[in-house]
């Protein structure tokens, strides 16, 4: 019997992965859905006896069947340069095994992880996750042992582990992949922090654009409820709030709230989901977890990366960017060598204008820049941010004071309400842009000319004017807001206005 | 059975959770494509808050609407990513394929970032879309 292995990931089946499978059916193959090696720009991509051809179409499998289309073949797979350079910890899997296969779970060191860590002592896991170095992939970095030591020796019976899957950065998508590539993995690395921290009860929030991952997560739940046993799982699904993937907003939603955000403190971990203690952490975080506690892993992984940022870091390329994909690697890679030597330069062939480092709040790095090492401390000193390592790739026919405009737009539209700075200010910072692009402004506006508006400047401001005016409100958003909706904006914000002046002309 | 069976069958089956809301809500647009004011009082009823309560979680996510809409929908990725690969150029045919007939709903990234532009519709996912495969997938919806 031929056997042919596909990728069921949402990509590879928006990208036609299921027409393909359905063309070696009827050619009487056996279709085995595994999961997707993160080679974007190949999907959907097939493998045979370890050799791939992709990006495959329905209409060339009879070509892949002969043993041609030679075109499309790119030889043995795991060999393939985007695959073999890159450090695999957390998508060690990834490409490898059917998602929702025990037997391939258990196979590929499946458990190991949950198995050891529940034969020691909590504070033992939790003094390993902490030599490991192992810190939160969800943006800010925060060392997960820390965080789990602090839930363990909070006062109170009952605590909660939940894991923030409500991936809404633009350019990211390796909690989507984990999800629905290696989702037990997510679970047994719950199930370890839950032991570590005295968990009994675990939420998975997920966003509701992902209905492949929230499918594939209830699907893992029911095979490994009795190795979870006794902690407990609960898929809860988001409702398109971008503010949710904020971790006390996050928490409300699921009490059933609006997901605003709360002031800090009481840290979560303190007084968390349903005023317990509570862990958040991303699922990136969870699922490096197994691997950490497996013999040897978090020595292993501590040697990996540089400085303070340890291990490895799932990166994805994404935008204009000719090998898009998944590429996870240790820490310290330059930003350069990321989108060049790996993604291959745009997918347009076009120059690269910018790069946006860590979502919709991230700063739009210029190519001067491309020197900067992938580690949290060096973005942050070059006033970037790693985020959840989403690089999304710019060619020269962009224009940055549209996509500046953006920034502020998507957080007026996204704003929680709570704080005023990102309330407000967004609303203000589009229409400064707006301004400022329209050459400045004639006369008053008809708030400014009503009569109870004493201060209201009447006249036209100055380029230069406007331009201290949103470098003033910038200030007042990063400083005084509440998360980092408001207080990260205007990192995209005033990096295009640094590096490409002309476009705000 | 009556649209009140129906929205007590879904009270019922979640009123006793906790963190019920989310959950409800998502059932409740589901099964009628929208959360109209009556239905948001008799959730307030159920889970013993006031509508206003209710009314303030419904209108705070985008995924629940106060009235609903028949026509078919078309959820178009305007983020940044799908920006990169230029969906703002698609948009104007879009929207005149679908003139009053389909609704073309931005949504914020659908996690398809290296292959966009990108758009769903119901759990279906498309990518690499043209101007002429999404003007298709318009005319189709």
């Given at each position: 019997m031929n056997a042919v292995r596909i990728s069921d990931d949402a990509l590879a089946l928006a990208c036609g992965a299921n027409a393909v499978a359905a063309a070696f059916e009827a050619a009487g193959w056996t279709v085995e859905w595994v999961s997707s090696w993160g080679m974007h720009w190949l999907e959907p991509l097939v493998e045979v006896n370890g050799i791939g051809w992709g990006p495959m179409t329905a209409d060339r499998v009879g070509e892949v069947i002969e043993g041609r289309a030679d075109d499309l073949c790119i030889g043995p797979i795991a060999a393939h340069p985007f695959i073999a350079r890159q450090q695999r910890l957390t998508f060690a899997r990834a490409g490898r095994t059917r998602p929702l296969s025990l037997e391939d779970y258990?196979?590929?060191?499946?458990?190991?992880?949950?198995?050891?860590?529940?034969?020691?002592?909590?504070?033992?896991?939790?003094?390993?996750?902490?030599?490991?170095?192992?810190?939160?992939?969800?943006?800010?970095?925060?060392?997960?042992?820390?965080?789990?030591?602090?839930?363990?020796?909070?006062?109170?019976?009952?605590?909660?582990?939940?894991?923030?899957?409500?991936?809404?950065?633009?350019?990211?998508?390796?909690?989507?992949?984990?999800?629905?590539?290696?989702?037990?993995?997510?679970?047994?690395?719950?199930?370890?922090?839950?032991?570590?921290?005295?968990?009994?009860?675990?939420?998975?929030?997920?966003?509701?654009?992902?209905?492949?991952?929230?499918?594939?997560?209830?699907?893992?739940?029911?095979?490994?409820?009795?190795?979870?046993?006794?902690?407990?799982?609960?898929?809860?699904?988001?409702?398109?709030?971008?503010?949710?993937?904020?971790?006390?907003?996050?928490?409300?939603?699921?009490?059933?709230?609006?997901?605003?955000?709360?002031?800090?403190?009481?840290?979560?971990?303190?007084?968390?989901?349903?005023?317990?203690?509570?862990?958040?952490?991303?699922?990136?975080?969870?699922?490096?977890?197994?691997?950490?506690?497996?013999?040897?892993?978090?020595?292993?992984?501590?040697?990996?990366?540089?400085?303070?940022?340890?291990?490895?870091?799932?990166?994805?390329?994404?935008?204009?960017?000719?090998?898009?994909?998944?590429?996870?690697?240790?820490?310290?890679?330059?930003?350069?060598?990321?989108?060049?030597?790996?993604?291959?330069?745009?997918?347009?062939?076009?120059?690269?204008?910018?790069v946006q480092v860590g979502g919709p709040l991230g700063a739009y790095i210029h190519p001067s820049q491309f020197d900067l090492p992938f580690d949290y401390e060096a973005f942050a000193a070059a006033n970037a941010l790693i985020g959840h390592g989403g690089v999304v790739v710019f060619d020269d026919n962009t224009d940055m004071a549209a996509l500046a405009r953006f920034a502020f737009e998507f957080c007026a539209a996204e704003s929680c309400g709570k704080c005023t700075p990102c309330r407000i200010g967004s609303t203000r910072g589009a229409e400064l842009i707006d301004r400022l692009r329209a050459g400045g402004k004639a006369q008053a506006d008809a708030v400014e000319a009503l009569p109870q508006m004493h201060n209201a400047r009447k006249a036209g401001r100055s380029r230069e004017e406007s331009l201290n005016l949103i470098e003033d409100l910038c200030e007042v958003m990063q400083l005084g807001s509440l998360c980092a909706l408001g207080g990260f904006t205007p990192y995209p914000v005033r990096s295009a206005l640094k590096h490409w002046p002309e476009d705000f002309a | 059975m009556s649209r009140e069976a129906d929205l007590a069958a879904i009270i019922a089956d979640h009123a006793q959770r906790p963190g019920a809301m989310i959950p409800l809500l998502h059932d409740v647009q589901a099964a009628f494509d929208c959360i109209s004011a009556e239905t948001e009082a008799a959730i307030a009823a159920a889970l013993n808050l006031s509508r206003a309560e209710v009314h303030g979680v419904v209108s705070f996510y985008h995924d629940f609407s106060a009235t609903a809409d028949p026509r078919p929908a078309i959820e178009l990725c305007r983020a940044e990513a799908c920006q990169a690969r230029g969906v703002e150029a698609l948009v104007a045919a879009a929207q005149q394929a679908a003139g009053d007939r389909v609704r073309i709903k931005p949504v914020y990234c659908l996690g398809l970032c290296s292959v966009g532009p990108a758009a769903r519709v119901g759990d279906d996912l498309h990518a690499r879309l043209d101007q002429a495969a999404l003007v298709k997938l318009v005319q189709s919806a």
């Open positions: 258990a196979a590929t060191g499946g458990w190991q992880g949950l198995e050891r860590a529940r034969s020691l002592d909590p504070a033992q896991v939790i003094a390993e996750v902490i030599a490991s170095g192992l810190r939160g992939r969800g943006g800010a970095g925060f060392p997960a042992g820390i965080k789990w030591q602090t839930v363990a020796i909070a006062p109170g019976g009952e605590k909660y582990v939940v894991c923030n899957a409500d991936e809404g950065d633009s350019g990211t998508f390796a909690d989507r992949m984990l999800m629905e590539g290696d989702p037990l993995q997510l679970l047994e690395g719950m199930a370890i922090c839950a032991h570590a921290v005295g968990a009994g009860h675990g939420y998975i929030y997920v966003r509701s654009e992902y209905p492949h991952a929230i499918a594939k997560l209830k699907s893992a739940l029911a095979l490994a409820e009795s190795r979870l046993a006794p902690f407990t799982v609960e898929v809860r699904v988001g409702a398109g709030a971008y503010v949710c993937g904020e971790e006390t907003a996050l928490l409300n939603s699921i009490e059933g709230k609006r997901g605003e955000v709360r002031a800090k403190p009481p840290l979560p971990a303190l007084e968390g989901l349903f005023g317990k203690p509570t862990v958040v952490n991303n699922v990136l975080t969870l699922a490096a977890v197994p691997h950490i506690l497996s013999p040897g892993g978090a020595e292993f992984y501590a040697r990996l990366g540089i400085d303070r940022s340890k291990g490895t870091m799932p990166i994805q390329l994404a935008g204009n960017v000719r090998h898009g994909g998944l590429y996870e690697t240790a820490f310290g890679i330059t930003l350069g060598d990321l989108v060049g030597r790996i993604g291959g330069g745009t997918a347009s062939g076009r120059p690269v204008k910018a | -």
